[in-house]
């Protein structure tokens, strides 16, 4: 099974200003729109760097705690191909299931999942 680095997650206080702070920061090369996904009760948006590199932007209630322990890397995110498969793989190799999939806005509706590894929390987003 292959799991392709996808995006970084960042959770912020506020996600209009860490855009600001990222722009002078970085050579942005693409942003998709400011959404708030009530699937995962958060504001969200994707910033690609110059290299490749996509930093999604998290705010709201899901990493409130996070932001006020000044945490800021919330996840790395991987695509892979067969989501469900890929979860069962990794719960048996000691994962913990913390999200089953469902639609993400943010990736046109391909599913996600997030899972607690002994690294720490990753998401999974369907290739399709």
Do not use: W
Not at 29 to 37: E, G, K, L, R, S
């Amino acid at each position: 099974m292959a799991m392709k680095l996808h995006h970084v997650g960042v959770a912020c206080a506020d996600i209009n200003e860490e855009i600001a702070n990222i722009h002078r920061l970085h050579k942005v090369i693409d942003q998709t729109p400011v959404v708030f996904d009530e699937q995962q009760n958060a504001e969200l948006v994707m910033l690609t760097l110059e290299d490749g590199t996509n930093i999604e932007l998290i705010s709201g209630k899901q990493v409130e705690n996070l932001v006020k322990k000044r945490i800021s890397y919330y996840h790395l995110c991987f695509e892979v191909d067969d989501i469900n498969a890929e979860i069962e793989r990794l719960t048996g190799e000691g994962a913990m299931l913390v999200s089953p999939p469902k639609p993400a806005i943010l990736f046109n509706n391909r599913e996600v999942a997030f899972l607690y590894l002994s690294y720490g929390l990753i998401e999974l987003v369907s290739s399709h």
